[in-house]
């Protein structure tokens, strides 16, 4: 219980920290400070192994937290003119991790689900 705490208040804070980085490259980016912007995009991209392991936590919370995050970085990634190696690995490692988390669980009752959806509608 208390790791989780932990993990939610933690996947906040590199959430906001990387919004910030994603915000810093922006801005420089668009002002021409090619030299800071390619600063900024290289602390953007070492919190991405964080990003990463916080994305594919069990806890949906933790995840969900993440997301705005993750949302960024890929749109950084389409501003680019061409990605490199690990940018592209990058980017398959958070399309992974996205389909892990939309897979229901091998548990997962969905005739259960269908008997709660129709009771509920009629």
């Known amino acids: 219980e208390e790791d989780v705490d932990f993990l939610a208040k933690f996947s906040r ?10 915000l810093s490259w922006s801005k420089l980016s668009k002002n ?8 900024a995009l290289q602390a953007l991209e070492s ?7 916080l994305l594919i936590h069990e806890d949906d919370d933790i995840s969900a937290n993440i997301v705005g995050f993750c949302y960024e970085y890929l749109h ?3 501003q680019l003119p061409q990605l ?3 940018q592209k690995a990058n ?4 399309l992974l991790a996205v389909m892990k988390k939309l897979t229901y669980d091998d548990e997962y009752n969905f005739e ?9 509608s009629g």
């Not at 804070?13 to 994603?22: A, E, Y």
């Not at 021409?32 to 600063?39: D, H, L, T």
């Not at 259960?112 to 509920?120: A, F, G, L, M």
């Open 47 to 53: 919190k991405v192994p964080l990003l990463l392991r």
């Open 32 to 39: 021409g400070n090619v030299k800071e912007a390619a600063e």
């Open 13 to 22: 804070l590199v959430n906001g920290m990387g919004q910030s980085l994603v």
């Open 84 to 86: 490199t190696d690990q």
């Open 112 to 120: 259960n689900e269908v008997r709660r959806i129709w009771s509920t």
């Open 76 to 78: 950084v990634l389409k």
């Open 91 to 94: 980017l398959e490692a958070v």
